[in-house]
Structures are given as structure tokens and as C-alpha cells.
């Protein structure tokens, strides 16, 4: 059997991606949308509460194409904690005019292929890595892979030196974007229905695209790499929800 990798794991992370049934809530009265955006705003506030203590963080964002209208992607501690903030979103009225179009449950994950000093989990590096506040960029990036088992290309067959020399060229062409894209991986093996989900941040929407390219070259994702449905979209700031949800 060949090593499996062993894995730092970091907050509990939710993708929740929705779309507006605009037509019901065009018929709500002004002054009920108006109420129900400031319960939506309250909602966030909350979050924003626990984000500043670094007990959490999320994210905003909406959804180019008809896959979905927006996006929370929500990081927590516990499983527990990540289900009650849904239920909670669920409660609101603003949910109500929304349809769910699909989610992801997954961890932060760091693998051991690149080792580090001492506890890792003591690591400031590896801290700030597993439990993200995740940033403001202008745009995400977001979908679901595997890695292949399939005959001759299976990843879980191979010895763990192999598996970490690729992840080394994997990692070499990453640091390239340094600085112009971040990279959230967040693993869900026994979560969800792939293996990890990959979410990017970037300022430039056009660098989501030379990085995954590029990597559709290197040997990991060309030969080892499946790929679910890619969701792009626009960083919505909160006064900014108002003109989202004017109509
Ligand atoms: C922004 C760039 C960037 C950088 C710097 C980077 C670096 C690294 C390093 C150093 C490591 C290994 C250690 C660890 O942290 O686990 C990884 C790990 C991983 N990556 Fe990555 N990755 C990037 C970006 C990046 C992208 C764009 C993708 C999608 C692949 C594609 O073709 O679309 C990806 C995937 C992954 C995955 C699924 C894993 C876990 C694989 C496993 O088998 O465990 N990743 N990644």
C-alpha cells in the first residue's frame, strides 16, 4: 500500500451558492425587500463580529453565468457551527427568494508533502494557512477535483516520492502567481462528493485563467487531474448588496 499523505486541517469551510427568484421578489413591497435586506445585513454583521476575532471568516460573492447569482463561502471551527449559520441564512427572509443551486462542505486543508518544522500546528505559517481570513479580492474562482484512479493513472497508487515531486512542480508553477492569485485548498474526501475544492482569489479575473492552464501542463493535473463545475464571480461588498438586490 502506498503512504497516504497525512493532513493538517484548519476550519470547517462552507460554499453556499444561490440563485435570486427575482420575479417573487419583485412582487414583495419595497418597504418588506427593505426590511428583509437590513435582516440579511444584520446576519452579516455577525459574521463580521466573529471574523474580527479571528473566529471564522467568509466571504461574498457574486456569480457570473447561470450556474448560481451568489456565493458565502464560510470558514468555522466546528461542523456544528458551520450548519447553524445555514440554518440560520435559511431563517432569514431574503432566503425565501433564493434557490439553492449548490454547496460544498470541505476542510482547510495543508498536505505533508512540502514538511515543515517542529508542531505544525504551532507554525505561524501554518496558521495563517489553515485558518484563513480570506480576502477581499475583486473576483473568486471556485470548483470541486479529484485526483484520477484509473488504471495505469492512479494517484493512490503511487509511492509517496513520486506523489511529492509532483507536488513540488505543482507547487514550483503556483509560486509563480505569488502575489496575483491566492489559493484556498480544502479537502472533503468523506464530505462531499469530490475530493477537494479548490477556491481562488484574485484581483485580475484573467490570472484564474493563465494559473489553471498552465497547470493543465504540468504532469499532476494533466495526468492525475478530474474537474467539477468551475464557478467565477465579483466580490460583493456589503453596500454594495443594496444595488445587487435592487429591482
Ligand atoms: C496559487 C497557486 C498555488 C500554489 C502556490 C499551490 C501550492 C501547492 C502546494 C505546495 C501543495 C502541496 C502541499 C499542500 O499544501 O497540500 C498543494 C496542494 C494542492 N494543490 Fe495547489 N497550489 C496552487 C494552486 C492550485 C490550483 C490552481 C489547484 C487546482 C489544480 C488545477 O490543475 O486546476 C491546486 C490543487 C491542489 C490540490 C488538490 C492539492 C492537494 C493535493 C494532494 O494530493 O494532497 N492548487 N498546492
Same mark, same amino acid.
Given at each position: 500500500?502506498?503512504?497516504?499523505?497525512?493532513?493538517?486541517?484548519?476550519?470547517?469551510?462552507?460554499?453556499?451558492?444561490?440563485?435570486?427568484?427575482?420575479?417573487?421578489?419583485?412582487?414583495?413591497?419595497?418597504?418588506?425587500?427593505?426590511?428583509?435586506?437590513?435582516?440579511?445585513?444584520?446576519?452579516?454583521?455577525?459574521?463580521?463580529?466573529?471574523?474580527?476575532?479571528?473566529?471564522?471568516?467568509?466571504?461574498?460573492?457574486?456569480?457570473?453565468?447561470?450556474?448560481?447569482?451568489?456565493?458565502?463561502?464560510?470558514?468555522?471551527?466546528?461542523?456544528?457551527?458551520?450548519?447553524?449559520?445555514?440554518?440560520?441564512?435559511?431563517?432569514?427572509?431574503?432566503?425565501?427568494?433564493?434557490?439553492?443551486?449548490?454547496?460544498?462542505?470541505?476542510?482547510?486543508?495543508?498536505?505533508?508533502?512540502?514538511?515543515?518544522? #517542529?508542531?505544525?500546528?504551532?507554525?505561524?505559517? $501554518?496558521?495563517?494557512?489553515?485558518?484563513?481570513? +480570506?480576502?477581499?479580492? !475583486?473576483? *473568486?474562482?471556485?470548483?470541486?477535483?479529484?485526483?484520477?484512479?484509473?488504471?495505469?493513472?492512479?494517484?493512490?497508487?503511487?509511492?509517496?516520492?513520486?506523489?511529492?515531486?509532483?507536488?513540488?512542480?505543482?507547487?514550483?508553477?503556483?509560486?509563480?502567481?505569488?502575489?496575483?492569485?491566492?489559493?484556498?485548498?480544502?479537502?472533503?474526501? #468523506?464530505?462531499?462528493?469530490?475530493?477537494?475544492? $479548490?477556491?481562488?482569489?484574485?484581483?485580475?479575473? +484573467?490570472?484564474?485563467? !493563465?494559473? *489553471?492552464?498552465?497547470?493543465?501542463?504540468?504532469?499532476?493535473?494533466?495526468?492525475?487531474?478530474?474537474?467539477?463545475?468551475?464557478?467565477?464571480?465579483?466580490?460583493?461588498?456589503?453596500?454594495?448588496?443594496?444595488?445587487?438586490?435592487?429591482?
Amino acid at each position: 500500500m502506498a503512504e497516504p499523505a497525512q493532513t493538517l486541517d484548519g476550519w470547517y469551510s462552507l460554499h453556499d451558492f444561490r440563485a435570486m427568484d427575482w420575479t417573487s421578489w419583485k412582487m414583495l413591497p419595497s418597504e418588506e425587500r427593505a426590511a428583509a435586506i437590513a435582516e440579511y445585513r444584520r446576519f452579516l454583521d455577525k459574521l463580521n463580529t466573529t471574523q474580527a476575532a479571528k473566529e471564522g471568516s467568509h466571504a461574498l460573492y457574486t456569480i457570473v453565468g447561470q450556474k448560481a447569482d451568489f456565493m458565502m463561502m464560510i470558514l468555522r471551527p466546528t461542523m456544528e457551527e458551520l450548519n447553524e449559520l445555514e440554518n440560520e441564512f435559511n431563517k432569514l427572509k431574503i432566503a425565501e427568494f433564493t434557490i439553492p443551486t449548490f454547496s460544498y462542505v470541505s476542510v482547510v486543508e495543508l498536505g505533508n508533502y512540502m514538511p515543515t518544522e #517542529g508542531d505544525p500546528y504551532e507554525n505561524p505559517y $501554518v496558521q495563517e494557512r489553515i485558518y484563513p481570513i +480570506l480576502p477581499k479580492a !475583486k473576483h *473568486v474562482c471556485f470548483y470541486p477535483m479529484d485526483k484520477r484512479r484509473q488504471g495505469n493513472d492512479n494517484w493512490y497508487m503511487l509511492p509517496m516520492e513520486d506523489r511529492r515531486a509532483m507536488m513540488k512542480s505543482h507547487g514550483m508553477i503556483g509560486r509563480q502567481y505569488a502575489g496575483k492569485v491566492k489559493q484556498i485548498i480544502t479537502g472533503s474526501v #468523506g464530505f462531499d462528493d469530490y475530493e477537494w475544492g $479548490v477556491t481562488l482569489f484574485a484581483d485580475d479575473v +484573467l490570472q484564474f485563467k !493563465k494559473l *489553471v492552464y498552465e497547470m493543465r501542463f504540468d504532469e499532476v493535473s494533466a495526468r492525475y487531474g478530474e474537474f467539477g463545475a468551475f464557478y467565477v464571480g465579483n466580490l460583493l461588498e456589503e453596500d454594495g448588496i443594496e444595488k445587487f438586490l435592487h429591482v
